[in-house]
């Protein structure tokens, strides 16, 4: 991946991330037009350019977080944590917990699947690659789904709720397991949009999705890393420039399309994230399908 690449991926990867339309559907699309694959340390080093947007954005929130989670957790050791007493904060930090291990039984081998054990994402792995493009379609086109029924019911009636609740974040946990598990699939827009329909008011909604993304990513960077490392890859892609360019330029395109995806949901323009997935989702549905009739 040379510089003007980087730079490139690292505009795709920031402008996606965040923005409901699915950096994991755009990869797979981007790997079927072009036939390459993108550098996975480049590629892993990017979303720790996304990562550290999302902390930038939600510092102060973040912060809050910290420290009642100190705070929970020396309660916890000297008897005095109480469930039914919990504050708005202390809750959330609960409920980002039983959101994130909603992700387990998606990303962990669990399922027996040609001689061996292979987790959902797995299985569905070869979507990635080109061999079911009409998947990567199908997928967006949920999201659109997704998205449309979001923007309809808070427009007919606003959630008013700040704090999530069990079956809220059970929810918004396996929405998130989707959308790690299928390409196409919008993590944000997943998440919000049933943080949206389970009455979640708009900001409340937007905020627990990005900071629940937190641990998800940095756990799979984390995995990705020592992969990229481990793995050959050949000098021309390992451009120590490109690879800090593809970094800032995801980092600050990431903060862009956060302040953005923000206003907008602020503004009930979430329709214009559905209308894009659903005529991009189409588009590969019906030309995936259409190939496929003609070989």
């Not at 979507?127 to 009409?134: I, L, V």
């Not at 989702?281 to 070989?295: C, K, N, P, Q, Y």
Request: glycine residues 8%; charged residues 15%.
């Amino acid at each position: 991946m040379n510089i003007i690449e980087s730079i490139f991926m690292g505009i795709v990867q920031g402008v996606t991330e965040f923005l409901p339309v699915s950096s994991s559907g755009h990869l797979a699309i981007y790997q079927s037009l072009t036939g390459l694959e993108p550098n996975l340390l480049n590629m892993t080093l990017m979303h720790m350019g996304t990562l550290l947007a999302v902390i930038l954005c939600f510092r102060k929130s973040i912060g809050r977080l910290l420290v009642e989670f100190v705070s929970m957790v020396k309660d916890i050791f000297g008897g005095r944590f109480k469930w039914r007493e919990m504050n708005g904060e202390r809750r959330t930090i609960v409920m980002l917990v039983i959101s994130s291990a909603m992700l387990i039984p998606f990303v962990l081998p669990l399922i027996p699947a040609g001689g061996e054990m292979q987790s959902i994402k797995d299985i569905v792995a070869p979507a990635t690659n080109g061999s079911m493009m009409w998947l990567v379609g199908l997928c967006l086109i949920i999201t659109a789904g997704l998205l449309f029924v979001a923007d309809y019911l808070t427009r007919k009636k606003p959630g008013k709720r700040s704090t999530a609740n069990t079956k809220d974040a059970v929810a918004i946990g396996i929405a998130q397991g989707l959308a790690a598990a299928l390409p196409g699939v919008s993590r944000s827009g997943s998440t919000t949009s049933t943080g949206l329909i389970l009455g979640l008011n708009k900001k409340y909604a937007a905020e627990y999705s990005f900071i629940l993304s937190i641990p998800a990513v940095l756990a799979a960077n984390v995995l990705e890393l020592g992969e990229a490392i481990s793995s050959d890859v050949p000098a021309a892609d390992t451009s120590v420039i490109g690879m800090i360019l593809g970094i800032i330029v995801a980092f600050v395109t990431g903060v862009l399309a956060i302040r953005v995806f923000m206003w907008l949901i602020k503004k009930n323009k979430y329709w214009v994230f559905a209308i894009y997935c659903a005529a991009v989702g189409a588009m590969v549905f019906f030309s995936d399908i259409i190939l496929r009739a003609t070989r």
